[in-house]
C-alpha cells in the first residue's frame, strides 16, 4: 500500500495568514493527489483533486501543487471558516489512502 | 442539489451484522462510481468498498474483504453495505461517497455510527 505522510500534524495560525501544508507520498503518484477539508463533527469535504484542480465551489485561496511524491496545499490568505483538519488522499491505485491529517487552529 | 444520506448504523456485538444504506438525491446516481469510507480516531480515514457505475467492478480494503459486500440499486438511487462478521476493530462513523476516486470524493453523507462491542 502507499503510505501518505502530511506535515505538520497541527499547526497555528492567524486570519489572513499564508499556510502551507505538505503530504508525501512513499512511492511516485504522479499527479493522483486530493485535498479534503474536514470541520469536527462534519464529513470531510473535497478541495482539490489531481493536485492542482480546484472542485467548483472552492475558494481562489485555496491552491494545490506537486507531483511524483512531494504536494502541497496552499491557503493564501486563512480565513474564520478555514480552520479545520485538512487530509490528503492518493488515488494513483488501490487503496486509495489518506494521510493522518494535518490540523490548523487558531 | 446533491444530497446523500446514510442509515442503518448501530450497537452491535461483536459477530453481528449490519446493513447500512445511502439514499442519495439531486445527481444521476447511476452514472457514479460509490464509495463507503469509514473514520475512527485510531485509524483515521479509509476507503473500505467501492462499486462502478453499473456495478461491473467491486473494490474491498483488505480489512473487510470476504465479510461486506457493496451493492446498489439504480433504480432507487440506493447504495447498500452488507457487513457481516463485525469485529471490534470495524467501529468507526461510516460515510457514503460519490465519485471516482480519480477526481476525489465530491460529495459526502452526514454518515452513520456503528459500534461493535459486547
Known amino acids: 500500500d502507499i503510505q501518505m505522510t502530511q506535515s505538520p500534524s497541527s499547526l497555528s495560525a492567524s486570519v489572513g495568514d499564508r499556510v502551507t501544508i505538505t503530504c508525501r507520498a512513499s512511492q511516485s503518484i504522479t499527479n493522483s493527489l486530493n485535498w479534503y477539508y474536514q470541520k469536527p463533527g462534519k464529513a470531510p469535504e473535497l478541495l482539490i483533486y489531481?493536485?492542482?484542480n480546484l472542485q467548483s465551489g472552492v475558494p481562489s485561496r485555496f491552491s494545490g501543487s506537486g507531483s511524483g511524491t512531494d504536494f502541497t496545499l496552499t491557503i493564501s490568505s486563512l480565513q474564520a471558516e478555514d480552520f479545520a483538519t485538512y487530509y490528503c488522499q492518493q488515488s494513483d491505485s488501490n487503496p486509495p489512502t489518506f494521510g493522518g491529517g494535518t490540523k490548523v487552529e487558531i | 442539489e446533491v444530497q446523500l444520506v446514510e442509515s442503518g448504523g448501530a450497537l452491535v456485538q461483536p459477530g453481528g451484522s449490519l446493513r447500512l444504506s445511502c439514499a442519495t438525491s439531486g445527481f444521476p446516481f447511476s452514472s457514479y462510481t460509490m464509495n463507503w469510507v469509514r473514520q475512527s480516531p485510531e485509524k483515521g480515514l479509509e476507503t473500505v468498498s467501492a462499486m462502478t457505475e453499473r456495478g461491473g467492478s467491486t473494490y474491498y480494503s483488505d480489512s473487510v474483504k470476504g465479510r461486506f459486500t457493496i451493492s446498489r440499486d439504480n433504480s432507487k438511487n440506493t447504495l447498500f453495505l452488507q457487513m457481516n462478521y463485525l469485529r471490534v476493530e470495524d467501529t468507526a462513523m461510516y460515510y457514503c461517497a460519490k465519485g471516482h476516486r480519480t477526481y476525489g470524493y465530491s460529495s459526502w453523507g452526514q454518515g452513520t455510527l456503528v459500534t461493535v462491542s459486547s
Open positions: 489531481a493536485a492542482s
